[in-house]
């Protein structure tokens, strides 16, 4: 078993799987994957505004040059006047400490307006640092707000939640899985499915994967009816309840359940026959009685009790003549090799209470003919009986073996329960056979699929995608050295003569005459007068020079250089959605739920069916709340804990309401529920699980005590789950 001793009144938490709601395993979500940041940046500092520096900086400026020109025009001008005074006297002593009053008065007044303008940038660099410091501590004030709400949202989230069965969904297959993985679940949707109607397992694995679900539901106060085939069948009810019609078409399409293509002459003699025989039984029909009927038409002996005198006479004489006999001996032959081990079916079935959980089991043991028709028999007593029930018809789930069954008997149930409003569940171990032939018919879950085949057709079913995958990745690396030497040596030699040769001549001539006044009796005096002249002159130059020049010279240059490309391609692939290798390697526990969406996009949901996950911490039996991917709104900083910001984003078909309301339980009697449903409790925010308390024990309806006679034809009654080598009423 995968869960621990739960004897009666030491169920602890497990009781939790009684919870309502139909759910197919649990869904694991880090609550930590949920911790929204805080997203509001930190305050930085504010630069002062340019014109204030600009003004301390002109000031500063003006200052030094104020300063510097004081220092020398005032200093020089005073200076000038004082040496001066020693000559002009005291006027120019005054004129110089004028020019050094001047000069200090125009540093006095340039030195003002620096400690203006450096007291108004200082005033504002205070007071930009004052409104950031400011603005800081309420930035961290509103982020430990934010961080301790998003502490506390966090802790009070649950890490687990249930996957649900979609309202819409009325069958489901599940492929693959072991023995231990196939028990989970049915252990965990079982459970949770009885909140709202009986359950039916039909387990033909001969592993009894029913067995903890029969163990958990009798110590949680359910009535339970296990009825183990072969081993008791005497206690069994799968033919109890039939009239004599469904009677015959059960056994007639049991025993010819192993043909795929099953000769419709050989079953209608076969009905024939049957019918015939129950005709001449009365309303007095049982599988005993039909057996010792078959044989008196074989002509056998029957030292039975079953048939009087009257009616062995009457099937032997009457309702078959001696032509016909022989005809039909091979079917006659038939039918008694196969009703012959099942004549103890239900004869000790009297005085066994109703079972709210029926489990109808091929216990323990090697496959055998009458054991393979057992299994088409209960599988086609079920369907028989939800045709015909005026009852809300309860859920309805098979456990099938390596030996399977036939495609036909299994879509006849599914009609039979689409038909009733009744969820239909299929544990198929394996993907070959009919199963590949039924998967699609319903909703489809995968469970650990080991062959390989096998998981090709699963990933083949859930279909491929398109998607951009990395298809090349090029790395390269160089290095390039180079070196080179260049040695350069020359000389050259110039010689020059320059001739130069210049002639220089002159003439020069010139006459003068001059007139003059002076009185008396010679007024007028003139003089005259001439000159000339002449020069010549010669001069001639050679130079000469000589220029010899030597250069040598000697070039080295070294290059390195390394290089390195890294360079990746993808492209554009149609691949499986998932790979088989992965339905290969799925865990003992996990689940897989195939949906399929408008417009062909396919949603696989993971889950886990281990039982034991309801012993987990921060665990819900309730899906998970959908959130906003959206990020967090800002707590303003008088908060004092943030509150829960995230709408719920729509819920997908397997993700209803976080708290659904218990349906209506139309299988209990009037004004009784089979278990009280817990009511839903609104979220606080920090919510701390409580220390589990021992609960009560649900109150399931009354249908008497196990021992005590309540109608013992009704399949839906039987013996508590007391398995092989147990004593009444004890569990292991």
Known sequence: MTVESTETGQLGRYLRLFDAGPRLGWVHRDPESLRRPFVEPEPRRQQVEVGYENRATAARLDHEERRGSA??????????????????????????????????????????????????????????????????????????????????????????????????????????????????????????????????VVDLTQALVCRELSVLAEAAGVPVDVQLLPSRMAESSIVGGLGPHELVHALVEAVHGDSPEAGRADRAVDTRILTQLCGALG??????????????????????????????????????????KDQVRDSLFR???????????????????????????????????STELLADLAVQ?????????????????????????????????????????????????????????????????FMKLGNHQEANVAADFIGREHSFVLHSLTDTEGRTVNTSVAETVGS?????????????????????????????SNPFSSSSSTSSGGSHSTTTGTSTSVTHTSNESTTRTTGDSDSTSLATGRQRVYEYVLEPTQLQALAEFSLLVVERRAGGAVLVHPADCNPNIVLLDRVSTAPLPQFDPAPATQIPAHHPAPQHPYPAAPQHPYAPTAHPAAPPQPYAPAGQQPYPAAPAQPYTPGFQPAAPQQPEQPQWPSYGHPHQPGGGGDWTQGPPANWPGQQPGTHR
């Open 71 to 200: 220092l020398k025009v005032g200093g020089g001008v005073a200076a000038a006047c004082f040496v001066l005074s020693y000559f002009a006297g005291p006027v120019m002593a005054v004129l110089g400490v004028v020019a050094i009053v001047v000069a200090l008065a125009r540093m006095a007044l340039a030195a003002q307006r620096l400690s203006s303008a450096t007291g108004h940038l200082t005033t504002q660099q205070a007071a930009l640092e004052q409104h950031f410091q400011s603005s800081w501590q309420m930035w961290q004030q509103r982020r430990h707000h934010h961080e301790s709400g998003q502490e506390e949202w966090v802790r009070g989230l649950d890490a687990w939640g249930s996957l649900p069965l979609g309202a819409d969904i009325r069958r489901l297959d599940v492929f693959g899985g072991s023995q231990r993985g196939r028990e989970g679940f049915l252990t965990v949707f079982g459970a949770s499915t009885l909140q709202d109607r009986p359950v039916i």
């Open 283 to 324: 309303d007095d029909v049982s599988v005993a009685r039909l057996g010792a009927g078959l044989r008196v038409l074989m002509g056998e002996a029957d030292d039975t009790a079953c048939l009087g005198r009257d009616e062995r006479n009457r099937i032997a004489d009457d309702l078959l003549n001696d032509k016909n």
């Open 335 to 369: 039918l008694v090799s196969f009703v012959h081990p099942l004549e103890r079916l239900g004869t000790a079935r009297e005085g066994r209470g109703p079972g709210y959980l029926t489990c109808l089991a091929l216990d323990f043991g090697a496959g055998s003919a």
């Open 381 to 445: 007593s079920v369907t028989r009986r939800l045709a015909s029930f005026q009852e809300t018809a309860p859920a309805v789930l098979v456990a099938l073996g390596e030996q399977g069954l036939q495609r036909r008997h299994l879509e006849q149930l599914a009609q039979v329960c689409e038909r009733r409003g009744s969820p239909l569940v299929l544990l198929q171990p394996h993907l070959r056979d009919a199963a590949e032939q039924m998967i699609g018919g319903g909703t489809v879950a």
């Open 492 to 520: 050259s030699v110039s010689r020059g003569t320059t001739h130069s040769e210049s002639v220089t001549r002159g003439r020069n001539w010139g006459s003068s005459s001059s007139t003059s006044y002076q009185g008396g």
